[in-house]
T-cell receptor, first 113, second 114 residues
Framework: GESVGLHLPTLSVQEGDNSIINCAYSNSASDYFIWYKQESGKGPQFIIDIRSNMDKRQGQRVTVLLNKTVKHLSLQIAATQPGDSAVYFCAENTDFGNEKLTFGTGTRLTIIP | DTEVTQTPKHLVMGMTNKKSLKCEQHMGHRAMYWYKQKAKKPPELMFVYSYEKLSINESVPSRFSPECPNSSLLNLHLHALQPEDSALYLC?????????????FGPGTRLTVL
C-alpha cells in the first residue's frame, strides 16, 4: 500500500505486505530528515533518519528514500506486522545549528490481519 | 539509560492554578525541547535549550515558562492557562552533534485545563 501524506492521511495495508508512506517537504534548504512512529498515548519514536547528501538509507525492515529534486521523502516498511500500526511523521530540519525540526501532518497506518 | 522521562503522566488543572511539568534525560544530550501536540496533529515546537541556555522560543505565551536547571533536567512552569492549552506536552533531547542529530522523545504529559 502507498500513501501520499498530506492528501491521504490514512493507509491500510494487509499484514505481511510492504507499506510506503510518502511525505512532501517544504524547504529546499532542509538538510536532515527523520521518520518518527507514534503509537496511541505515546511519544514519537525515532525510526530512521537521512541527510541530504544521501538518497537512500536502510534500517531493520525500513528504508528511507530522499528525492531532493522534487522535495519528496518516503518510508518503506517491509513485511508489515500488527505492531506497525501507528501514525508516522516525517520531520525536516530547517534551521541547522539550532536543531529545529518541522513535522509533517502525519499518516495513520493500519495493518489489517 | 537511553530514555527521556516525563512527570506527571496526566495533569488536570484549573485556570488559576500553577503547576510544573518535569523532564529528565541521562544520555548526556546537550539540547532539550518542549513540544505541544493537539489531537491528530503533529508536535509543534515551543522551546529549545542548547547547553542549558534558551535558544529558541516559538512565540509561546508567557503563561508557559521554561526552565533548564542543569543539562539533565527541563521544566515547564504553567500559570493561568486556558482550556485551549489542553494538549499532550512532549519533551525531547538530542546530542547537538553536526550529523544525525536525532531527537529522542519522552512519553508526554497529558494536560487538561478546566
Amino acid at each position: 500500500g502507498e500513501s501520499v501524506g498530506l492528501h491521504l492521511p490514512t493507509l491500510s495495508v494487509q499484514e505481511g505486505d510492504n507499506s510506503i508512506i510518502n511525505c512532501a517537504y517544504s524547504n529546499s534548504a532542509s538538510d536532515y530528515f527523520i521518520w518518527y512512529k507514534q503509537e496511541s498515548g505515546k511519544g514519537p519514536q525515532f525510526i530512521i533518519d537521512i541527510r541530504s547528501n544521501m538518497d537512500k538509507r536502510q534500517g531493520q525492515r525500513v528504508t528511507v528514500l530522499l528525492n531532493k529534486t522534487v522535495k519528496h521523502l518516503s518510508l518503506q516498511i517491509a513485511a508489515t506486522q500488527p505492531g506497525d500500526s501507528a501514525v508516522y511523521f516525517c520531520a525536516e530540519n530547517t534551521d541547522f545549528g539550532n536543531e529545529k525540526l518541522t513535522f509533517g501532518t502525519g499518516t495513520r497506518l493500519t495493518i489489517i490481519p | 539509560d537511553t530514555e527521556v522521562t516525563q512527570t506527571p503522566k496526566h495533569l488536570v488543572m484549573g485556570m488559576t492554578n500553577k503547576k510544573s511539568l518535569k523532564c529528565e534525560q541521562h544520555m548526556g544530550h546537550r539540547a532539550m525541547y518542549w513540544y505541544k501536540q493537539k489531537a491528530k496533529k503533529p508536535p509543534e515546537l515551543m522551546f529549545v535549550y542548547s547547553y542549558e541556555k534558551l535558544s529558541i522560543n516559538e512565540s509561546v505565551p508567557s503563561r508557559f515558562s521554561p526552565e533548564c536547571p542543569n543539562s539533565s533536567l527541563l521544566n515547564l512552569h504553567l500559570h493561568a492557562l486556558q482550556p485551549e492549552d489542553s494538549a499532550l506536552y512532549l519533551c525531547a533531547s538530542s546530542r547537538l552533534a553536526r550529523s544525525y542529530n536525532e531527537q529522542f522523545f519522552g512519553p508526554g504529559t497529558r494536560l487538561t485545563v478546566l
